[in-house]
């Protein structure tokens, strides 16, 4: 799948998120494609269950468990992608990262697939094949457990990663952020798992739209002196940097232009 194709398929599930359904020629219009691009995109986007077909065009789906990264993809899009694209801005040809399975993570990803040489230690399945497919990373999967909803492998298993050297920087979604915690987890599965990336890392980057900010979260995976940068939208409260002041974290606050008609931009005639 090229950047564009995954622009696209985000234009088209956000038609079907707000209107319910639709059309081909429509697409092809907003789009700048042809009519076969939309079909391919509309019959590759039901074949993982996002949308089903009808004549002419296509209608919402049910949503399923396995559907739900998919749906967090499409949360807070333009927020998240723009988060990505500046902490993109960190990692170097070359460079040995870990990103988790999160969702603003998978933008992160996206980001970095023009990198060459990169290691990148990932417990994100639907991550690793983006990359696999895109980039010539080495990409290091942890044995461990599928976790469906999240598309993440979970898991102890730093005894994988501890003494085989370290890794630059690791890239983390979270539920919440905590100035006493630091970051936080829901789910105790997700949180063992990103603890143990995390620990293996020289610096922590926590990677989350503005809401997750005053978010909440049951289990810590990096305390607060383990994290090296937060970045989060310019839609966050602004006493959520003044609360950080003095940590020694740095905060980057990345401007978003929240409207849905200027993501298609990317996509060429």
Known sequence: ???????????????????????????????????????????????????????????????????????????????????????????????????????????????????????????????????MERSDATVILPGGVLRRASGSVVGAFSDVLEGRGRVKTGFFGVSSVSRSLGLLELSTEECVAKRALARSCDAVVGLFAAAKASGFGLHAFADPGQITALYTDDAVDPGFAAGWEGSGVEIAVVPVERNHTTETSEVPA
Do not use: C
């Open 1 to 131: 799948m090229s950047r564009y194709d995954f622009v696209r398929e985000e234009a088209i599930l956000d038609d079907l998120l707000t209107k319910g359904r639709v059309t081909v020629n429509d697409l092809a219009t907003r789009l700048g494609v042809s009519a076969v691009t939309v079909r391919k995109d509309l019959d590759l986007l039901e074949q993982r269950s996002l949308l089903r077909r009808v004549r002419g065009g296509a209608v919402a789906s049910v949503p399923r468990e396995e559907d739900a990264f998919e749906s967090r993809l499409r949360t807070d899009a333009p927020a998240k992608r723009a988060i990505a694209q500046a902490a993109a801005a960190l990692v170097n040809d070359g460079d040995v990262v870990a990103i988790d399975s999160s969702s603003t993570t998978f933008y992160l990803a996206s980001e970095l697939t023009s990198r060459t040489g990169l290691v990148v230690v990932t417990n994100g399945i639907r991550l690793a094949s983006l990359l």
